[in-house]
């Protein structure tokens, strides 16, 4: 019986990464016409943590951030952390973006991060689900 070679689940890795990365791209963009337009980011989101929608999105990033980590330490218990990880940023992400109004004005507001932040979250899924 020979000893299991453990791979680096590369497709997850690239997704938490994604979500990472959106994370600090512009998520809402409002355009004021010849004034220009305004770029807002989650990582803005971060630096007040008064309301429950601050803290979905840095629960969100930092689950991210722990199933990277995770996807390059060995456990016992690391197919279960990465799985904990994708779920918790994703079931908190949507939670910001509900509270947030995303989804009643889907394509007039969104920016380039939050299509990264989803595109991560699938690419995350398929890896994680192709693991399997």
């Known amino acids: 019986m020979g000893k299991k070679s453990s791979k680096l689940n590369l497709l997850y890795v690239i997704g ?26 989650l990582f803005k989101a971060f630096q007040n943590l008064k309301s429950v929608d601050s803290w979905m999105a840095l629960i969100m990033v930092v689950a991210a951030a722990i199933g990277v980590i995770f ?13 904990v990880a994708l779920i918790a ?16 004005s889907w394509f007039k507001i969104t920016g380039i991060g939050f299509y990264v932040i989803v595109i991560g979250w699938v690419v995350a899924a398929v890896g994680e689900i192709l693991k399997r």
């Open 16 to 41: 938490m990464a994604l979500v990472i990365v959106g994370s600090f791209l512009p998520i809402i963009t409002i355009s004021l016409g010849f004034l220009g337009k305004i770029d807002i980011t």
């Open 71 to 83: 996807s390059f330490i060995g456990g016992k218990n690391k197919g279960m952390i990465l799985l």
């Open 89 to 104: 940023s994703i079931v908190c992400g949507l939670i910001m973006f509900a509270n947030a109004g995303f989804f009643k």
